[in-house]
């Protein structure tokens, strides 16, 4: 007999947030790349920047890893992407920039 698998036996989504206001390219990407490492497929990242530069650096990045990556607040304070683990490893070119 197969044992079926539930809802309750699906590992929970989990979001982390990631502040790295004040910091400068390319700092904001490099951080981001290695707080992307352990997450599971499905987990979130939430990235707080105010570098200018990281509207572009980190979108290229996720390009990369083959994640997806929102911008969910762009502002003169700050910047806020929300980045969605995918099942691809890094170095992956299949990611998406979803606006």
């Keep these: ?3 079926l698998i539930g809802p ?18 390319p700092l904001p990407a490099l ?3 290695k707080a992307l490492k352990p997450l599971q ?5 939430e990235v707080y ?10 979108p ?7 994640d997806t990556v929102e911008i969910t607040e762009r502002n003169d304070a700050r910047i806020v992407f929300l ?3 995918a099942n691809g ?3 992956n070119t299949n990611g998406a920039l979803r606006s």
């Excluded at 309750?8 to 390219?25: F, H, I, N, Q, S």
């Excluded at 200018?52 to 650096?57: E, G, M, R, T």
């Design 60 to 66: 290229n990045l996720i390009r990369e890893t083959g």
């Design 83 to 85: 980045i969605e683990k």
């Design 31 to 33: 951080k981001t790349r």
């Design 8 to 25: 309750a036996m699906v590992a929970p989504m989990t979001r982390t947030t990631l502040d790295l206001t004040g910091l400068k390219c």
């Design 1 to 3: 007999m197969t044992p």
């Design 49 to 58: 920047c105010t570098d200018p530069l990281s509207v572009i650096d980190i």
């Design 41 to 45: 497929p499905g987990d979130q990242l």
């Design 89 to 91: 490893p890094i170095g």
